[in-house]
């Protein structure tokens, strides 16, 4: 018994314990739906899964960066809007419907390159005026708001070629075209928060910018780039957003904003930045799809769903609470050991 | 010896506080172990003490945040006292400076002082002219003058200092404890403040003083209650007592003070600064560092050390003048330029500058060579950086768990070999050390110290910033003394006194 | 030593009132229209909620904590409070403020029970919470709005109406007069009560609060209560002058709100903001669009405007503080 709970211990306190943890509730939340609703636990439900995830999934991971950093981007969605109506502007320029591929190419390239500048600026007013992001970036997202307003009139943009639409619905392999786009984009948010220079600056920073800089590190522009790249991130969703729905409103996605922070605390993220992982908020975000798609399967509608997630972030980080001080316990009651006698510390130990 | 003289400051004035047989442990760690403390009216105590050898658990145990275990007696005017909470601690006059001062930054002088009346969430006025009557008071009984309107974040260091002393003793105390209270004044501030403790000593206040400077803890006391792992070592007089001898019985080990200074006249430059000047700072300074040379700076706080550090750290640029390294002038645009020249510089403050505190200890050390961690692509190559810490946690010899745990859970000595080895890793000519032993224990500065002397030996330029003048006249080359700004005096310990040195300084 | 002095306008808000004067000045200048009696009567009607929403709100960011559900929570206050006036048979002002406050209260201190007793920071709790709320409300409403409220909800109050020239009438409706007892009140708890003193102390410096004494979990619930009781008056309000409950019509408030407080000198952090610089900063954003609009600009960029404001006013703020205008690094004294 006390080998079972210490090997318990070992797996709730080393690195992979948020992971494990997320990835049983996913089993239970699964095994759960799969019992009380029949059509659950089919490859339909999966891949309308999989077709939905890829939007709240990418506003996410644009999200996710910059809360590393000890920020927040509360732009993105509008980001997201801003790019995709870069995008249409594009494609309407080159014919709307009868636009061709490379129409749709530069577009696209113009959408990231939106994204690209919309948070460089962000980026550059927080790194180096030190104004606090939260206010930054929201009054960036009004800003925005008022950008597509004007531009749009309130109204829908439509009218793009047909293979738009492979982008939103198609499949490759019976794998929905957005997840793996969503995928792409996710592996390599990870590879770069866990091998770049810019990752690793972003966690170090995201902990003390002052000592960070101290370090050699040049946070200025690690802060900024971290903005960039959820402008960039943002500007993916927007374009999958844009062919989902094959068109672009000011305001589409705008309830995802924040889910996008809730998904990011749900993973595990530390509200304070400097610690989070790409793989427990993708399992987040899998968990939260699951749930609202199953609510959907037993006829319930999307509010509920909100309302559970919610619900669910404050359980989760009850439980946090509870693990944390059941953690600092076992741990104090482990170095429990007799005291060594005071030792002299002046024995030799030189550096060369 | 010292019995003699307990007994008889007892007679003479009556006790205000006995603890008797305190012990507390911790799930399982024994912080305290049996032990005893008494201090009467008006007399000053100091407990001396290394880092975790029970000196906070035993002021949380007498302001009520922690309670002790077992059949501790504690004695409050020779009447037994029940539960001791916060709320009772300070209800019967007990208070604490706490070495952060514990202030309110954006509140006024006069608020933080008389901030005791806005306590307890039955509504009522606050009443800012009795603030500053409360305030006023206080400080008339110290002959101090504060602005009173003034946020307290516009205040220097020493005037918060004050500020906290006003605040506690608003309330009255009977009993006052002091942490660390001199941690970031200057030397004519400290006799400031000192004198302000006897002052509230003759008013009949207890008064126990917590410091690492040693020096202090002599001048202030009556006594000093040493402890060490949790257990008293005894109480001692401070008459007669020498800072060497406390040293022993703090730390349970002897040290012997010896001249380490060596001539590197004749070695080939490393630094030389030629009329720096940065106005308000530090003005035409013109030094050079040789070779394996320790060379120290010392001077009170404000002289303008840590000013020129950040200079040649590229962190500030200069107004005047200009510096060389290895013969090349240099000129920084920031300090990553500075590392890349090959200066590395140890911050005083290694909590919120020297390292980033939640962050991995391999992290850490890291940060400053992360191109020599590049593998293929441009991506962080985890063999080679695992390598690399582990070369360097053997060879300083940081005692570590993991090298994936947080800094903060090591100690301060080991704290600071984790700094040393972030900056070693980057192979630098020159390594500034400001302050390197603040908040250090006393039997873990000499291994830093043994470490900083093999890095010379090994043909590193080394600059020692500290106003503690003993380190520095036992362990540089040779010292240079600076004030308002300005290279005063240049010494060699093997051909000056110590004295001689701390009056040039203390002048 | 000093002359006693009133608090000082610290700051922003002196930059504020300079800018609001400037453009009062504009506005005057270029339309007829805005400095008429009807016109300010319209902004004060205009913005009363969204200044009940902001004194609150400071009450949480001077303790040091954010709130996200305030707004959804004054949705989630409006619909109790209809169905409770309902099953008590039709009920009067008094008791539909008495049931808002209550309400309101009851949520912000779900708030605070959750960031006191588990440890879990403000934002995280209250976008949680800002989900439930909203998400509950909309699912058992299943998003229709109420008309048929009772009557002296409805009642269009009008405290104070004059003729202007034009022959039409200029009113003040009770909004106005809710709002402004709602600003003093919280003038009064923010400045002039102990309470409000602990409140600064405790987002100034947490454990320096505790150290001294301050109730923390007490701070907590007067903070959130209060911003909750902000929240269901302010429901109240907003139903009476749209004539309606709509569970998705203050949907998206909180950021606004948030934006203008912020903007008004309240500190993301704690320890500073003040009940002036709050209604500055709501009276910024509602005169830019008022203006806006009286000059003829289209609707459709009054939101790109205002976002540009605000950003402007943050890089002007932090232009000062950066160093970025050769400020020294401090020589330590």
């Known amino acids: 018994m006390r080998d079972g709970w210490a090997r318990l211990g070992r797996i709730f306190d080393g690195r992979q314990a948020e992971i494990v943890g997320l990835a049983a509730v996913l089993v239970l939340v699964l095994v759960a739906f799969g019992v009380t609703t029949p059509r659950f636990l089919t490859l339909g439900t999966f891949q309308s899964m999989a077709f939905q995830l890829p939007e709240l999934g990418l ?33 309407q320029t080159f014919g709307g419907p009868d636009a061709g591929v490379f129409a749709f190419a530069l577009g696209v390239g113009l959408a990231l390159l939106t994204g690209f500048v919309i948070g460089t600026v962000m980026g550059l007013i927080v790194a180096f005026l030190g104004a606090h992001p939260i206010l930054v970036s929201l009054s960036m997202m009004i800003f925005l708001r008022g950008v597509g307003e004007l531009i749009t009139r309130g109204g829908d943009i439509s009218g793009f070629p047909a293979f738009v639409t492979t982008l939103g619905h198609g499949t490759v392999a019976a794998i929905p075209v957005p997840l793996i786009i969503f995928v792409i984009v996710a592996f390599a948010v990870h590879i770069v928060l866990t091998r770049t220079r810019l990752g690793f600056a972003t966690h170090m920073l995201g902990s003390n910018i002052e000592a960070t800089r101290y370090s050699g590190i040049n946070t200025k522009l690690s802060l900024t780039l971290v903005y960039s790249l959820s402008g960039v991130i943002a500007a993916v969703a927007g374009i999958i957003m844009l062919s989902r729905f094959n068109s672009v409103r000011i305001g589409h996605g705008e309830a995802y904003l924040l889910i996008t922070v809730l998904a990011c605390f749900l993973g595990g993220v530390d509200p304070f930045g400097g610690f989070g992982r790409t793989v427990s908020v993708v399992l987040a975000l899998i968990i939260l799809q699951a749930i609202s798609s199953g609510l959907n399967l037993m006829g319930a509608n999307q509010h509920l769903a909100t309302g559970l997630w919610g619900a669910f972030l404050i359980a989760v980080m009850v439980v946090r609470w509870g693990l944390g001080r059941w953690r600092a316990a076992r741990a104090s009651a482990a170095s429990a050991s007799p005291r060594a006698p005071p030792k002299n510390q002046t024995t030799k130990e030189t550096a060369r | 010896m010292s019995d003699a003289i307990r007994l008889q400051t007892a007679a003479a004035r009556p006790l205000v506080l006995q603890l008797k047989g305190i012990s507390k442990s911790f799930g399982g760690v024994q912080a305290l172990w049996d032990v005893d403390f008494e201090i009467a009216e008006g007399e000053i105590c100091c407990l001396a003490g290394e880092n975790g050898s029970g000196k906070s658990t035993l002021i949380k145990i007498i302001t009520g945040v922690h309670r002790p275990d077992g059949d501790a007696e504690i004695l409050f005017g020779g009447r037994r006292l029940g539960a001791l909470t916060p709320v009772t601690a300070r209800q019967l006059g007990v208070q604490v400076i706490w070495q952060d001062l514990s202030l309110f930054p954006h509140l006024t002088v006069a608020e933080n002082i008389a901030f005791e009346q806005n306590l307890g969430h039955r509504p009522r006025w606050a009443r800012r002219g009795a603030f500053r009557a409360v305030a006023q008071r206080v400080l008339d009984r110290l002959g101090l003058r504060l602005p009173l309107d003034t946020p307290v974040m516009d205040l220097a260091i020493a005037q918060r200092q004050v500020v906290a002393i006003c605040r506690a003793l608003a309330t009255d105390p009977k009993v006052l404890f002091m942490d660390e209270p001199t941690a970031s004044l200057t030397k004519a501030e400290t006799d400031a403040l000192l004198d302000v403790v006897r002052k509230l000593a003759r008013d009949g206040i207890a008064v126990v003083f917590v410091s690492h400077r040693l020096a202090e803890v002599l001048e202030i ?140 200890i391999a992290d850490n050390i890291v940060a400053p060579v992360l191109k020599r961690i590049m593998g293929t692509g441009g991506l962080i190559d985890r063999g080679t950086k695992d390598r690399l810490v582990g070369h360097w946690i053997d060879r300083l010899a940081i005692k570590v768990g993991k090298p994936d745990d947080a800094v903060s859970t090591l100690s301060g000595g080991n704290q600071q070999r984790v700094v040393l080895a972030k900056w070693l890793a980057t192979e630098p000519k020159l390594m500034i050390l400001d302050a390197p032993t603040v908040g250090v224990d006393v039997g873990a500065r000499a291994a830093i110290f043994e470490i900083v002397r093999g890095l010379a030996e090994a043909g590193m330029a080394i600059l020692l910033i500290s106003d503690e003048i003993p380190e520095v006249y036992f362990n540089t080359d040779r010292v240079l003394h600076m004030r308002d700004g300005r290279i005063v005096g240049e010494y060699r310990p093997r051909e000056t006194l110590m004295t001689a040195l701390e009056a040039a300084v203390h002048a | 030593m000093r002359e006693q002095r009133l608090p000082a306008i610290r700051g922003t808000e002196a930059w504020l009132i300079v800018v609001i004067a400037l453009m009062v000045l504009f506005l005057g200048l270029a339309t007829d229209t805005f400095l008429t009696v009807s016109n300010l009567f319209n902004l004060l009607n205009v913005s009363a909620i969204n200044l009940i929403f902001a004194v609150g709100l400071l009450a949480v960011l001077v303790a040091g904590g954010i709130d996200i559900s305030f707004a959804v929570a004054a949705s989630v206050v409006q619909y109790l409070t209809a169905l409770a006036v309902e099953q008590l048979g039709g009920g009067s002002w008094a008791l539909g403020f008495a049931l808002a406050a209550g309400f309101g209260f009851c949520l912000g201190a779900i708030n605070a029970g959750l960031i006191h007793y588990f440890r879990i920071i403000s934002i995280v709790v209250t976008i949680a919470t800002f989900n439930v709320f909203f998400g509950f409300l909309m699912f058992f409403t299943r998003g229709v709005s109420i008309y048929d409220l009772p009557d002296w909800w409805l009642d269009r109050v009008i405290l104070f109406e004059t003729q202007t020239a034009s022959g039409l009438f200029a009113e003040i409706r009770l909004p106005v007069a809710v709002m402004a007892v709602m ?64 569970p998705n019509a203050l949907y998206g408030r909180e950021l606004e709100v948030l934006a203008a407080v912020v903007l008004g000198g309240a500190r993301l952090g704690g320890g500073r903001g003040t009940v002036l610089g709050a209604v500055l900063g709501v009276a910024l954003i509602t005169i830019t669009s008022n203006g806006l609009n009286l000059l003829g600009v289209t609707p459709y960029a009054f939101q790109m405007v205002i976002g540009l404001v605000i950003l402007v006013a943050i890089i002007a703020t932090n232009l000062q503080s950066s160093g970025l205008l050769g400020q020294r690094r401090r020589v330590r004294s």
Request: glycine share 12%; charged share 20%.
């Open chain 2, 221 to 360: 006391s009556e006594r000093v209650t040493v402890l060490r792992d949790g257990t008293k070592v005894g109480d001692f007089d401070s008459e007669g007592m020498t800072q060497r001898r406390l040293t022993e019985l703090m730390t349970g080990a002897t040290f012997d003070d010896e001249v380490h200074a060596r001539d590197r006249h004749d070695a080939p430059i490393v630094l030389q600064t030629d009329g720096l000047t940065r106005r308000g700072e530090y003005e035409d300074v013109s030094i050079t560092i040789r070779q394996g040379e320790v060379l120290g700076l010392t001077g009170l706080l404000g002289a303008g050390r840590t000013e020129l550090a950040a200079t040649l750290f590229g962190l500030t640029l200069p107004d005047l003048g200009s510096f060389s390294l290895g013969g090349q002038r240099m000129s920084f645009a920031s300090n990553r330029d500075a590392i890349e020249a090959g200066i590395s510089y140890v911050p005083e403050d290694r909590l919120s500058l020297g390292l980033v505190q939640p962050q991995s």
């Open chain 1, 59 to 91: 506003l996410t991971l644009a999200m996710l960066i910059p809360i590393l950093s000890g920020g927040l981007n509360l732009a993105v969605t509008f980001s997201a809007n801003i790019c995709a109506l870069v995008l249409a502007w594009t494609l």
């Open chain 3, 183 to 246: 600003v003093l009140l919280s003038w009064v708890l923010i400045h002039r009560l102990n309470i409000g003193r602990q409140l600064y102390a405790l987002g100034d410096n947490p454990d320096g609060a505790r150290r001294i004494g301050i109730n923390i979990a007490a701070m907590h619930f007067v903070a959130y209560g209060w911003l909750g009781i902000c929240a269901g008056i302010g429901g109240l309000m907003q139903a009476n002058y749209v004539q309606e409950v709509v």
